[in-house]
Each structure stands twice: as structure tokens, then as C-alpha cells.
């Protein structure tokens, strides 16, 4: 396989000059070899996905989370990433929490997306879908609202994005951001939030079995 046409798929989907001029996505690590043989795909580099890489006989890791400093011993393995560009990519990261959820979007704000529901759903409902993603999410509701219907999704750290709809999920919410909160909004954590990234990374790839999916979990011990 040859790596740089894999790249161009995903950059076809989630191009790399739509990304925060702060992130770091794109090439890690990019040797010499153009060709690869196997790809491991993750959420987050870390010292154990680079050794699950190299005990499954990978020789690239795509993640979507970037490296901001490559440490040495990374540097004899592939490494790409795609990170805010996926996130704002059309079908991305919030799109595929919407999915997962049997909710269909109606628009986009920028890295928000938002659903409008035909009809309203209470809050605990809404609480026990996000439940079969997030087991330990927590939430606010200080104004003690029992219904919702329009609900803004932001995968990651997307409490700045709080907008104008009735209901809002992300992960990372601050405390003073939930205490001062005016709408209901849920925190299902930044892992939970993204880790279905590596699956979509995956598909976009189109590598088939010779992809496979790294094994992460949140590093909270609840």
C-alpha cells in the first residue's frame, strides 16, 4: 500500500488546511519508504499504541489525536494524524456521535452540529442514549428543564461552543462553565466523546484487513 495515496483519502475527506492554525495534524513521522504493510489506527500516540504497532507488525499509525513533540523512540514508525480537520470534516467526529445515537443532524455551526427534532425528549431519556456511549457521563440542568429539542453536538473539548440550542454534548466541561451553565448540558468525556475517530479513520482509509483498530481506554479510573 502505498502511504501517500492512504493519506490522500483522508485529506480528500478532512482537508488539511480547514485545521486550527494551533493543531499539529498532518505527518509525525513520514520515512522513506513509501510503501506500508500494515496500519494501526488510534485515537491518542502513546508509548503503549506504539507498542501495540509494532507487536501487530505495523508499520504506520493514523491517529486523531497529533503529536506536538515526536519523542525518539517514535520516530522508526509512520505516524499521520488528522485532528481538527476531521473534526469539521462533513461526516466527522460530532457527526458520527449523532450517528451512533440514531439521531439524524440538520445543520452545521462550525465544528457544532446541531439536531432539531420533530418532537421534544426528556432530559433522562436523552440522559440513557448518551448512557450507551458514555457509562460514567455526568450533566447539568440547573434550571431543572425536562425537556429538550434542539440538541448541539461537539466531539472533544467543546464547551466554548455552547450555543443557543436547548441541549448540549461534549466532553472536558469546566467547572465554572457547568456552574454558570443556562441550558442542560452533558459532559460524556473527551475519550468517550472521540473514540469512535479510529473506526471512521479507518473507513476512510479503505485499507480493509490490513487495518486494524488500536485498543485504548480512558486514562480516569472511575
Request: net charge negative; glycine share 8%.
Amino acid at each position: 500500500m502505498n502511504k501517500y495515496d492512504i493519506v490522500t483519502r483522508i485529506e480528500e475527506f478532512a482537508p488539511l488546511d480547514t485545521q486550527e492554525s494551533w493543531d499539529a495534524s498532518g505527518w509525525g513521522v513520514d520515512l522513506e519508504e513509501k510503501e506500508v504493510h500494515k496500519i494501526l489506527f488510534a485515537l491518542t500516540v502513546t508509548d503503549d499504541v506504539v507498542n501495540q504497532a509494532r507487536q501487530k507488525g505495523c508499520d504506520m499509525i493514523i491517529s486523531h489525536h497529533p503529536l506536538f513533540f515526536v519523542p525518539f523512540e517514535y520516530k522508526n514508525i509512520n505516524i499521520y494524524s488528522a485532528h481538527t480537520n476531521l473534526d469539521r470534516a462533513e461526516g466527522g467526529t460530532s457527526d458520527l456521535i449523532i450517528e451512533k445515537l440514531g439521531f439524524k443532524k440538520t445543520r452545521n455551526d462550525d465544528f457544532v452540529r446541531i439536531v432539531e427534532l420533530e418532537n421534544p425528549i426528556g432530559v433522562e431519556e436523552l440522559r440513557d442514549k448518551l448512557l450507551k456511549i458514555s457509562p460514567k457521563l455526568r450533566y447539568i440542568n440547573n434550571l431543572g428543564v425536562k425537556t429538550v429539542q434542539t440538541i448541539g453536538f461537539c466531539a472533544g473539548s467543546g464547551s466554548e461552543f455552547i450555543g443557543e440550542t436547548d441541549a448540549f454534548v461534549t466532553g472536558d466541561l469546566k467547572f465554572h462553565t457547568a456552574l454558570d451553565a443556562k441550558k442542560v448540558v452533558f459532559d460524556i468525556g473527551h475519550f468517550e466523546s472521540e473514540i469512535f475517530a479510529p473506526e471512521l479513520l479507518k473507513k476512510i482509509a479503505k485499507v480493509g484487513e490490513n487495518g486494524v483498530i488500536a485498543d485504548e481506554k480512558s486514562p480516569f479510573i472511575y
